[in-house]
């Protein structure tokens, strides 16, 4: 079973290029999100969707967009890259969204920013 | 506001060495959901366990131990006979019901040396 596909696995950006992570699921979850993990902050939610055409901000989503087409993928895109924008990325996926759901993660997309 | 503690940032030990991770939460939810996750070098978040706020009892898998105590707001993780296997960061979660979202720790490194 693939679970949670995150692609690419690395990045390097120049300041202001654009990008978009790639994510999927085939577990017919409804729920994904995203969320970028930095030192000594843990893992911050970035956007989330409940469902395909639903989408909603987490806590830092500024400097990024989402769109959910289909309940397989949710691609987060940044529309003019930072420094502030280097970490590590996850797209984590759920059943329904319940906050009581364990979270499905991918393997991480690592971005620097130059 | 909804917090989670992890307090120790890295932890180095012995194989074979007992060892407990420390998380404390702060919530004004009666009801709550707390949660681990294991992040291997690999990259990709595991699910371990999940506790909801009324189910005080301890519980152990295996090496693995949990130890939830709702007068202290702590939720411990006791890895018994570590192996280097258990290297890893771990991350400790708590479920807010306002925003439907999870709230993780800073995360704890943990070495487990041969």
């Known amino acids: 079973n693939a679970g949670v596909t995150q692609t690419p696995k690395f990045q390097v950006l120049k300041t202001g290029q654009s990008m978009t992570l790639q994510c999927a699921q085939d577990?017919?979850?409804?729920?994904m999100s995203w969320y970028r993990q930095d030192p000594g902050m843990g893992l911050r939610l970035i956007h989330y969707?409940?469902?395909?055409?639903?989408?909603d901000q987490g806590e830092v989503p500024n400097g990024y967009n989402v769109s959910r087409s289909t309940t397989e993928d949710f691609p987060l895109r940044l529309l003019s890259a930072a420094p502030s924008q280097t970490s590590v990325y996850f797209c984590?996926?759920?059943?329904?969204?319940?906050?009581?759901?364990?979270?499905?993660f991918g393997s991480g997309t690592q971005l620097s920013v130059l | 506001a909804q917090k989670v503690t992890q307090a120790q940032t890295e932890i180095s030990v012995v194989e074979k060495e007992d060892v407990t991770l420390d998380c404390v939460y702060e919530?004004?939810?009666?009801?709550?959901?707390l949660f681990w996750y294991k992040q291997p070098p690999s990259g990709e978040l595991v699910f371990l366990i999940r506790?909801?706020?009324?189910?005080?009892q301890n519980e152990i898998s295996g090496r693995y131990s949990w130890n939830f105590q709702k007068s202290t707001s702590s939720f411990n993780f006791t890895i018994t006979a570590s192996q280097v296997v258990d290297s890893a960061v771990y991350f400790c979660?708590?479920?807010?019901?306002?925003?439907?979202?999870?709230?993780f720790g800073q995360g704890t490194t943990l070495q487990v040396k041969p």
């Open positions: 984590a996926s759920s059943y329904s969204g319940d906050v009581r759901e364990k979270l499905f």
């Open positions: 577990m017919n979850h409804e729920y």
């Open positions: 969707s409940v469902g395909a055409g639903i989408t």
């Open positions: 919530t004004r939810d009666t009801t709550y959901y």
């Open positions: 506790r909801n706020s009324f189910d005080e």
């Open positions: 979660a708590l479920s807010d019901d306002n925003t439907g979202k999870l709230i």
